[in-house]
């Protein structure tokens, strides 16, 4: 599951808490991925893009690569989600996420976190989770009918300490996602009635780009079936992967006219081609008749290229050693503010033993 994507608009209610009612908050966006594979274009049109225009305006960001997540359903292979979380750090320095500027967090250590998931366990119920869409949908895409595993079943209340836990105001997601951040906002309600006003009741901001299809058409990319182009993809690769995109099958001939809606090259070219009025030409004249498949598919060659190569560059500059090295201290200095957090949490709690 990830926290972000593309370009974003607000909703719900401004953010607080207990003693600055009156103050305005500064603004923390928490977003993340899951470490189950290498992320890919469909990745950097959603969310990376939208974090590298976060990064320039200074807004205090933090990234979390959701390694304990990804063990809900990766428990039996955890060797497959710990190299992938250095892949996907490198993937982040790769795509100009700069950790100077953006804090990357290992899920897995910042031990605030399970503490704090713990005490919001208490905050909701198991049917409350089971009705939760997301989840509902996640658990029959996943066959878990039969043999839910605890873990999964409770990721969005993970989700929701993973939240709080930073003061995070701002979550960027997709709308399938919407149901998540809503389950953190209840919690947060809740636990702010029981206690007093302590933790902030976060917004989302919503995805107003669809999701990529697969290379192959399919409504999702997905590692395990191969429809994806990496950011890691080597310049060969992106092109064999390109030839082969699903467009228009009764598209045979240059002169027979072509269906733009649900053909995959045009789709990729309306996320990533900045000349949107050569692109709207194109449609017109595949529509038409007399533009073959070839041409649509070399111009998006190109234009990934475009894209991927500064991203090949700056990932040269990096080792796997540099990439979790980084990953690493930036979870040390992210635990500053997740132990502030879990320590106000405590006191309101009433559970904080070393004050009376």
């Known amino acids: 599951m990830r926290y972000s994507e593309a370009t974003m608009q607000d909703i719900h209610t401004t953010p607080h808490i207990q003693g600055a009612e009156n103050t305005p908050r500064q603004e923390i966006v928490l977003t993340g991925d899951r470490p189950t594979g290498p992320l890919h274009v469909g990745h950097f049109a959603g969310s990376l893009q939208t974090r590298l225009q976060l990064q320039e305006t200074g807004v205090p960001m933090y990234i979390l690569i959701a390694d304990v997540q990804a063990l809900t359903d990766n428990f039996n292979n955890p060797a497959k989600v710990r190299a992938n979380v250095t892949q996907v750090a490198l993937d982040y320095l790769a795509a100009g996420l700069d950790p100077n500027k953006t804090t990357f967090v290992i899920q897995s250590m910042v031990p605030e976190l ?5 005490y919001f366990l208490n905050l909701v119920t198991v049917s409350h989770l089971h009705g939760n869409p997301t989840v509902k949908a996640e658990i029959q895409q996943r066959g ?30 997709g709308e399938d996602q919407l149901p998540m951040i809503e389950q953190t906002r209840e919690i947060v309600r809740r636990f702010n009635a029981l206690y007093g006003e302590t933790l902030v009741e976060p917004k989302a901001k919503l995805s107003t780009i669809r999701r990529l299809p697969g ?10 079936v191969g429809n994806v182009i990496n950011l890691s993809d080597d310049t060969e690769t992106v092109r064999t992967k390109v030839m082969d995109m699903y467009t228009d099958p009764n598209h045979i001939h240059v002169d027979d006219p072509g269906t733009v809606e649900g053909n995959t090259v045009f789709t990729y070219l309306d996320a990533f081609d900045p000349h949107t009025e050569e692109v709207a030409a194109l449609k017109e ?30 990932r040269a500059t990096y080792s796997e050693k540099d990439a979790l090295e980084i990953a690493m201290q930036g979870t040390q200095r992210a635990r500053e503010k997740t132990a502030e957090v879990l320590a106000r949490t405590r006191r309101a709690m009433r559970i904080d033993y070393t004050h009376s």
């Open 114 to 118: 399970p503490e704090l998931f713990q």
């Open 144 to 173: 878990f009918e039969k043999s839910l595993p605890a873990g999964f079943l409770t990721y969005p209340v993970s989700q929701a300490a993973d939240i709080a836990i930073f003061d995070a105001t701002t979550v960027p997601v």
């Open 215 to 224: 290379t192959d058409g399919a409504e999702k990319m997905s590692k395990s």
């Open 285 to 314: 004249q595949y529509r038409r008749g007399g533009l073959g498949d070839v041409k649509i598919k070399r111009r998006l060659i190109d234009v990934l290229e475009s894209v991927l190569t500064p991203m090949r560059e700056r």
